[in-house]
T-cell receptor, first 109, second 112 residues
């Protein structure tokens, strides 16, 4: 099986930065995804990393270190609408996704 | 835009009932998936299908079956619903050469 660990909850203030860590132990690693899921809604794609390093996309960045089995999602200039669950998922082979339990981020005014 | 739709947002069923959850995608994707999502456990794969009439078990297939008679439609079947199948069920689709799965809005099932 796969072990994918991420914190359960995080709280931050509007305008601040939050970093959500994800560690994984898996075989057949073929990339790591971050999804955002607002309460009662479908998960939506945020980022995909397959090589080591930082990928920046607007206010969101994602980092991967394959040798350490580690990724983080960085959310900058937090807005109230960023309050959501953030799901770390590892892909094995072509399509098998294994998910962490998700991190609920609460943004306070 | 990829659109994945699920037949119901909320369902209430009784123990022992046969339950059908339907998922339709409009982008001609080869691969489709059924997950359940439970607090503290994340999304877990029940079944997936990589072509019409083809299916493979995921991590937690017990108590479920699936049907894919047409490319755009993937059905999840609970032969005899039990209370431990109360959950959020999410369908997803994936193009043949892609890596990103696209999710439907989910069906919240309550089994009494």
């Amino acid at each position: 099986g796969q072990n994918i660990d991420q914190p359960t909850e995080m709280t931050a203030t509007e305008g601040a930065i939050v970093q959500i860590n994800c560690t994984y132990q898996t075989s057949g690693f073929n990339g790591l995804f971050w999804y955002q899921q607002h309460a009662g809604e479908a998960p939506t794609f945020l980022s995909y990393n397959v090589l080591d390093g930082l990928e920046e996309k607007g206010r969101f960045s994602s980092f991967l270190s394959r040798s350490k089995g580690y990724s983080y999602l960085l959310l900058k200039e937090l807005q109230m609408k960023d309050s959501a669950s953030y799901l770390c998922a590892v892909i094995q082979g072509d399509y098998k996704l294994s998910f962490g339990a998700g991190t609920t981020v609460t943004v306070r005014a | 835009d990829v659109k994945v739709t699920q037949s119901s947002r909320y369902l209430v069923k009784r123990t022992g009932e046969k339950v059908f959850l339907e998922c339709v995608q409009d982008m001609d994707h080869e691969n489709m998936f059924w997950y359940r999502q439970d607090p503290g456990l994340g999304l877990r794969l029940i079944y997936f299908s990589y072509d019409v009439k083809m299916k493979e078990k995921g991590d937690i297939p017990e108590g479920y079956s699936v049907s894919r008679e047409k490319k755009e439609r993937f059905s999840l079947i609970l032969e005899s619903a039990s209370t431990n199948q109360t959950s959020m069920y999410l369908c997803a689709s994936l193009p043949g050469q892609g890596k990103t799965q696209y999710f439907g809005p989910g069906t919240r099932l309550l089994v009494l």
